[in-house]
């Protein structure tokens, strides 16, 4: 059964994972599982993600495997935060650019001690 289409109760967290490579959004999916019951919503494409969201009430965390300036022209990273999702890149680029932007980065290869502090980071002031 897809990750998308796993029915979870709506007091469960929803977590988004933008990524193409299938053994890179399995140690993501894993690492973000490991925090207890949630729905993690897997997507393989800009477009597939756009139309899967469609419905979606809130979004925890969102990792996308796009760069800052991607996230930003695909419209993404607007959509995602009206559905209150804190944005983690997974292309590596200026760490600062991508937190005065509001976003975490999380930096390949990454350990899920990594994926489990970037849900927790405090957001930059």
Avoid: W
């Amino acid at each position: 059964m897809s990750h998308a289409a796993m029915p979870v109760a709506k007091a469960h967290p929803t977590y988004v994972v933008l990524e193409r490579d299938a053994l890179i959004s399995a140690d993501l999916i894993q690492a973000i599982e490991s925090l207890g019951p949630c729905r993690v919503m897997h997507f393989s494409s800009v477009d597939e993600m756009a139309s899967g969201l469609e419905g979606v009430g809130s979004v925890n965390a969102a990792f996308l495997e796009l760069r800052l300036d991607e996230a930003l022209a695909s419209g993404l990273a607007t959509n995602l935060g009206k559905l209150g999702a804190r944005l983690v890149l997974t292309l590596g680029e200026d760490v600062e650019r991508v937190m005065s932007a509001g976003c975490r980065l999380l930096l390949r290869p990454f350990t899920e001690r990594m994926v489990l502090d970037a849900l927790t980071e405090t957001a930059p002031a």
